[in-house]
């Protein structure tokens, strides 16, 4: 695994994630009030360390990383890093957690649109925003064989 970290080029992203790891959390932790979570992943084209605020979705000890990219008609960088490298680390808080993502689909991806919703009442006009894009939710579970 790679550690050659490259920021984000986008400012909002790179300097909340700078602040939120500085802080633990307690600075740069939340959008529009709700918490966020810090996603590493690892880059599908150029392997290097990637870094980007998602918001805190869970149920259990499952995260959920919805791929919206607020509607646009492409899929966030990161969906490509997960689908790639699914071995990736979870920023919550003072907490990291080694974590492994997968794709759900069908009724699976229902329930998990559910409990989504919950956490971000955004994700319905996101979802009509995509218009034919198939907005991607991943899971990100305990990654057994890493324990």
Not at 17 to 24: F, G
Request: hydrophobic share 35%; no cysteine; aromatic share 8%.
């Amino acid at each position: 695994m790679t550690t050659n970290y490259e920021p984000s080029p986008a400012d909002r992203i790179r300097d909340q994630v700078a602040l939120y790891e500085a802080t633990d959390g307690q600075e740069g932790g939340t959008l529009e009030g709700r918490p966020v979570v810090i996603l590493t992943t690892i880059g599908a084209k150029t392997g290097n360390v990637r870094k980007n605020p998602v918001m805190r979705i869970e149920e259990g000890d499952t995260y959920v990383a919805v791929a919206s990219n607020a509607g646009a008609a492409n899929h966030p960088a990161w969906y490509r890093n997960l689908i790639a490298h699914p071995e990736v680390s979870l920023q919550d808080g003072a907490s990291i957690h080694r974590l492994r993502a997968r794709e759900v689909h069908g009724v699976d991806k229902a329930h998990w649109w559910t409990v989504a919703e919950s956490f971000w009442p955004h994700f319905p006009e996101y979802r009509a925003r995509a218009g034919n894009r198939e907005i991607p939710i991943m899971l990100l579970e305990p990654d057994q064989e890493n324990e």
